[in-house]
């Protein structure tokens, strides 16, 4: 009979299952994904979703219209939420991911580039969320499947 747990390790002191994040590894995302929630929830989805002055001034700027910018706080309070939903938080990084992208084309399109570093800094703890909850989305993927 085999069991799936590692020995422990003398470097580490923890045991390791088989596929699975340690635990502290696993606190320590799960604190980044609420970290981010809060951040894509407050400072960033909440002047959109409100239609502040300095939101509106630059969807106006992006050209598009006010829907663009509801539609984008709408996007990144949905992902803020589904970031601390255990079976939704891989699915949430990658949807969150590609509004980076879209933040990241734009900051260099439209606004010179100005701030085109910062979509960038959040895209890279968001692809760790994705990697290390990958296990979740698989899961996540498979019930969709069964359903369909």
Not at 57 to 72: C, K, N, S
Not at 75 to 87: C, H, K, S, T, W
């Amino acid at each position: 009979m085999t069991t799936d747990i590692a020995p422990v390790t003398a470097a580490s002191g923890t045991t390791a299952r088989k596929g699975r994040l340690s635990r502290r590894a696993d606190i320590t995302v799960r604190v980044l994904q609420i970290l981010l929630a809060l951040f894509f929830a407050i400072p960033s989805a909440s002047p959109k979703l409100v239609g502040h002055w300095s939101a509106a001034e630059a969807f106006d700027r992006i050209g598009w219209g006010d829907w663009l910018m509801y539609t984008v706080g709408a996007l990144e309070l949905a992902g803020a939420v589904a970031l601390v939903i255990p079976l939704l938080a891989g699915v949430s990084a990658t949807a969150l991911i590609g509004l980076m992208i879209g933040a990241f084309v734009t900051q260099l399109t439209v606004f010179d580039g100005q701030n085109a570093l910062t979509p960038v800094l959040f895209a890279a703890p968001l692809a760790v969320i994705a990697w290390t909850r990958r296990d979740r989305t698989t899961e996540l993927l498979a019930r969709v499947r069964r359903r369909v």
